[in-house]
């Protein structure tokens, strides 16, 4: 099973705003991914993107690689917190407020899926490994014939004595 992964540094966002846009393609196909990501409407989606396509082109480089993308889907994608700029805005009175200038490191790895087993055998082997149901049997009374109402213990109907 091929697995490669692309990373993009200091991309001018913050970690919790790309998380959002990476929890969106967590376990997709790359090809639904990329879709998802086409008409996601966060600016930070097509630096996504760009990283995805990276992993994929990743992936297609390394030895022992199908040849099919179809089957790419993405394994894990998460960002962590890069080094924040600090900046000074002028506020009333002579003070100044800190501005925080954040950035984020996006991950993505893409994995192969395994090939899909031929349809027959797959058929045999769930036969296989499925158990049979065990035969049941409704209680009964002593007599071996189902009890009336009145006998499992409620109260007699009111004409009923």
């Not at 099973?1 to 393609?25: F, H």
């Amino acid at each position: 099973m091929i697995e490669a992964r692309a990373t993009a540094r200091y991309v001018r966002t913050s970690a919790q705003k790309a998380g959002l846009v990476l929890d969106l393609i967590r376990g997709l196909d790359v090809n639904k991914a990329l879709a998802t990501l086409r008409h996601a409407r966060k600016g930070v989606a097509g630096e996504v993107s760009k990283v995805l396509r990276s992993a994929i082109a990743n992936a297609q480089q390394k030895d022992g690689f199908g040849g099919d993308v179809d089957r790419l889907y993405v394994a894990a994608c998460y960002a962590d917190q890069g080094p924040s700029a600090k900046r000074i805005r002028p506020a009333p009175m002579g003070r100044a407020f800190r501005v925080l200038k954040r950035t984020a490191h996006l991950t993505v790895k893409v994995a192969e899926r395994p090939a899909p087993e031929t349809a027959p055998a797959a058929k045999a082997e769930r036969r296989a490994r499925k158990p049979k149901p065990a035969a049941t049997t409704a209680p009964t009374a002593a007599g071996g014939a189902k009890t009336p109402k009145a006998a499992r213990g409620r109260k007699p109907a009111a004409g009923a004595k």
